[in-house]
């Protein structure tokens, strides 16, 4: 049983950055993909940022969908079982509840899905006044 744990939200003035945290316990993360999730009040929730498991063959590979690519930035620190989300030049329209996810031994992908996800954290906050 993986336990992950979201941080780093808070409020903040729009072109301002964040960094969340998507910490585990129970698990190495290193054999799981890391997906990192948003939902707006009132809408469906979005997967905005793709690490893949460190498996051997695709170690390092990330994706973003056009939402928010070059301002977001996944990574992983395995020596603190952590993957952060790096969040530049923030929208109003980034406003949301933001969710970590696992799944185990994930590969290369083009569309962060929405289910089928071992482990989901509770998720932090992120609002970004204009």
């Known amino acids: 049983q993986v336990q992950l744990e979201e941080s780093g939200g808070g409020s903040v003035q729009a072109g301002g950055s964040l960094r969340l945290s998507c910490a585990a316990s129970?698990?190495?993360?290193?054999?799981?993909?890391i997906g990192w999730f948003r939902q707006a009040p009132g809408e469906e929730r979005e997967g905005i940022a793709y690490i893949s498991s460190n498996d051997g063959s695709n170690d390092g590979y990330t994706y973003y969908p056009d939402s928010v690519k070059g301002r977001f930035t996944i990574s992983r620190d395995s020596s603190k079982n952590t993957v952060y989300l790096q969040m530049n030049g923030l929208k109003p329209e980034d406003t949301a509840v933001y969710y970590c996810a696992a799944e185990l031994f994930g590969a290369k992908t083009t569309v962060i899905k929405l289910t089928g996800w071992n482990f989901w954290g509770q998720g932090t906050q992120v609002t970004v006044s204009s």
């Open positions: 129970g698990s190495t993360l290193d054999y799981y993909a």
